[in-house]
């Protein structure tokens, strides 16, 4: 054997690669012992075969290849599939090179071979683990979100939810800092970044923060990041995120609950000590009455006035049950605007009313009707320093609801104040307690029904009124 063999002999088994020299057709001309370890042939029986580590089906495969080297073209690195000779396989990262004479022809190819088996299982075990993740993920009922370097790679169906989002992809790509506001930015960032530097599966306690929807629209959540590897085999922040809209609104039913609470004992304790006064001075009036003492009649009627607030304010403190009885709407709405029409004349407000025909009867506490009526009118006028014409109309809704509107011309009331209308002591007026429209809510919903405010600065406030007309036998 010349130097030269022994060179390229040696060169060929130094390798920790399979080598197989074959010519044109195929035909194996010479291997290296690596290649006889991974395919299981000896040198011997395995020269003079045509592409015997191929599997028939990619043997066609390997001749486009060969010809293409023939043609120029780069040489190929690729995956593919290999045989044994006990008819088992694996998977092999092949290199194919041309091999020329003197001439420059292409005489044979030399292919390089290297086991990929590990790596393969290695792969599609961590694409399984990846699948039954992703797959853990998108059936949990909590938002959550996959983020790499701010960068959103899964949501959940939950958080496409909770972001009014049609399907997942829509938000793949984006930045997980575009769903904050512009101001909290900085914090996200830093926790964040808190979280990646930390030890993986270290996460960060929830905070209450704004988010923004697809739509533009920002809610109340709680956010917790945690810092993933093992389930991907990538680094990735997993992000979970809360709704707290509803929890918002337990938490402010319940301030407003203890609000109420507060000002029902207040109003019990004002109630009581003004009562005991007020009979004292009701029976020295009535003395008075008997010597026929001037205005003895006009200080009763303001004193039956202030017990019939006190006991407004004794209802509020503590609702009791009262009687129902069926009241012709259009009698009350009537009786209401007769008390109101000298207040009206004050303010140059006159008060037009369009009833439809065959108004139906309400079950209903007339007196506590008569009080939202009042109210409502009152405020109405209110509005209007300039005088104006107030609107009122009753009417059947589908025959189960009667629906008494009150539109007037006056101020208007702004978006942010209309939604905090009702609750106690939120007022517009310069003097008022905020506890009237209060009232008032409470003692139509008592009855079933609905009480409604619609309002535009400079263009006035829309009050609607809706009690049902049948099985309207509620108590409050």
Known sequence: MSLKEYVINSLMNATSDGIVIVDLNGVVLDVNTKFEELHGWTREEVIGQVLPMTPDEYKEDAFRLYQSLINGEPIKNFETMKLRKDGSSFYANVTVSPVKNTDGLVIGFVGVERDISEKKKAEEDLLEREKQFRKLLKLNPEPIALHKDGIIQFVNDACCKLFGGASSDEFKGKSIYEFFCPNDRNLIVARLQQVMHSEMDSYSEFIE??????????????????????????????????????????????????????????????????????????????????????????????????????????????????????????????????????????????????????????????????????????????????????????????????????????????????????????????????????VCKRIVEGHGGKLSIQSQISQGTTVEIALPIINSRYRI
């Open 209 to 438: 923060r704004k988010m923004r929807k697809l739509d533009g629209t920002f809610f109340d959540v709680e956010i917790s990041s945690i810092y993933v590897y093992k389930n991907l085999g990538f680094p990735v922040v997993q992000s979970v995120i809360r709704d707290l809209t509803e929890r918002k609104k337990s938490e402010e039913t319940m301030i407003r609950s203890e609000k109420l609470a507060l000002i029902g004992q207040l109003a019990a304790g004002i109630a009581h000590d003004i009562r005991n006064p007020l009979t004292s001075l009701k029976g020295f009036v009535q003395l008075l009455k008997y010597k026929n003492t001037d205005y003895v009649d006009v200080m009763m009627e303001e004193l039956e006035h202030i017990n019939y607030v006190v006991n407004e304010f004794m209802m509020l403190a503590k609702p009791h049950l009262s009687h129902y009885i069926e009241s012709r709407a259009i009698e009350l709405v009537q009786s209401v605007i007769s008390f109101l029409q000298p207040h009206a004349l004050l303010y140059n407000v006159q008060i037009q009313l369009e009833m439809d025909p065959d108004i139906s009867v309400i079950t209903c506490i007339p007196d506590q009707i008569k009080q939202v009526l009042i109210n409502v009118l009152k405020n109405a006028i209110e509005s209007m320093d300039s005088g104006g014409l107030i609107q009122i109309s009753c009417r059947n809704r589908m025959n189960q609801d009667l629906i008494i509107c009150v539109k007037d011309q006056g101020v208007g009331i702004s978006e942010e104040m209309l939604a905090q209308l009702g609750e106690p002591f939120f007022t517009t007026k310069a003097n008022g307690t905020g506890l009237g429209l209060m």
